[in-house]
């Protein structure tokens, strides 16, 4: 079934040429007419502004710029989230961390294999000295060849929930409950720390500014193509909630 926007029809070439910039995406296909879909709303909007359309990524610029204004942050906002996440400006902090993969694939019986990962998650709390052999028997990564140790980790060297779980881990300590991430189930143990320093707010205004702006206009962008969205008249697609706001920011930015 094609998909039409306002009497106007994606074709082809355009789908072709959006595609690649979504081919890590869950569904590439979906999203990638979606984006397709929030462009030609917001130049539809931009046409009926009277905005010139000669180029295209200039207008939609202008569009947003005028609809869709955000505030530039101020220091006491700066302040306020330098203050609440510290962990976000400490550097030469590392952890030194063991993991066992228990790695989700399209076939796997997620529940059988929690269950499995449990008993084995509770042995190891029983006895921890027996971790790098069950690493090297159970687990699904290249790391299981030396006893799940993963190295030295710094912030951002592994994604958001397994950084969350390993530096909030003291020394020594075991993960008591398994963790999921997009990689799947671990068991995650930190076997040494090296705390960092906190840089100082002066050392890091400019870019918690920069941040906090961005994600204000993001915000403001989202919101605004979600309502152009509900105005249009759109078939082919049904477009959930939450489509229009995960799509925006990497599609019209």
């Known amino acids: 079934m094609p998909v039409i926007v306002n009497g106007v029809e994606l074709n082809d070439a355009d789908l072709e040429r959006e595609l690649p910039l979504h081919a890590e995406a869950g569904n ?4 990638a007419v979606t984006a397709l879909v929030l462009r ?11 905005l010139d359309l000669s180029d295209e990524e200039s207008a939609i610029g202008a ?35 063991d993991h066992i993969l228990f790695q989700v694939t399209p076939d796997v019986n997620l529940d059988m294999l929690k269950a499995h990962a449990n008993v084995v998650l509770t042995e190891l709390l029983a006895d921890p000295s027996r971790f790098a052999e069950v690493a090297r028997e159970q687990s699904n990564c290249p790391s299981a060849a030396v006893g799940g140790n993963l190295g030295q980790l710094g912030r951002g060297d592994t994604v958001p929930e397994f ?28 076997t040494r720390r090296v705390e960092g320093r906190l840089l100082p707010y002066e050392h890091v205004a400019k870019q918690i500014a920069t941040a906090l702006t961005t994600m204000s206009r993001d915000t403001a962008w989202r919101q605004y193509t979600k309502l152009l969205v509900g105005r249009a008249k759109i078939s082919g697609i049904d477009l959930d909630d939450g489509e229009p706001e995960r799509v925006f920011a990497g599609s019209a930015a």
């Open 28 to 31: 590439p296909m979906r999203e």
């Open 40 to 50: 030609r709303v917001l130049l539809d909007e931009a046409g009926r502004q009277g």
């Open 63 to 97: 569009l947003l710029a005028s609809q869709a204004p955000a505030p530039e942050a101020d220091d006491q906002a700066c302040r306020r989230f330098y203050q609440m996440h510290p962990e976000r400006f400490m550097v030469g902090e590392l952890v030194e961390a």
């Open 163 to 190: 950084e969350g779980a390993v530096f909030a881990l003291p020394s020594g300590g075991l993960l008591p409950q398994l963790l999921q991430t997009r990689h799947g189930l671990h068991i995650v143990r930190v």
